[in-house]
């Protein structure tokens, strides 16, 4: 069964950077394209951002895009997260997910494994 566990969480201030790593386990994700999630507390899961298997193609949620990258390395199995000029809304648990497709993608449905979560917390 593939693993996928997230790290790089924490507190950081407003205006602050943090960078997400997610590690992949169990078998190559070369097939398949990877997204990031995010929930907050008393708030529906929502998308983040995602790439394509072969990294060519990225797609960014409108509430991040101009401040967070996702970039991965599939000869390491490595997916991340850079997180520039963050806001107080950006405080949620953050998720790593791996597609059932090749492309990027917005659903949340088309991602069959997903990691624990990593906190981010930004402070205002």
């Known amino acids: 069964q593939v693993q996928v566990v997230e790290s790089g969480g924490g507190l950081v201030q407003a205006g602050g950077s943090l960078r997400l790593s997610c590690v992949t386990s169990?078998?190559?994700?070369?097939?398949?394209?990877m997204g990031w999630f995010r929930q907050a507390p008393g708030k529906e899961r929502e998308y983040v951002a995602s790439?394509?298997?072969?990294?060519?193609?990225?797609d960014y949620a409108d509430s991040v895009k101009g401040r967070f990258t996702i970039s991965r390395d599939n000869a390491k199995n490595t997916v991340a997260l850079q997180m520039n000029s963050l806001k107080p809304e950006d405080t949620a648990d953050y998720y790593c997910?791996?597609?059932?497709?090749?492309?990027?993608?917005?659903?949340?449905?088309?991602?069959?494994?997903w990691g624990q979560g990593t906190q981010v917390t930004v402070a205002s």
């Open positions: 169990g078998r190559t994700v070369l097939t398949y394209g």
């Open positions: 790439i394509s298997a072969d990294g060519r193609s990225t």
């Open positions: 997910a791996f597609a059932t497709t090749s492309s990027t993608d917005r659903r949340s449905f088309m991602y069959a494994f």
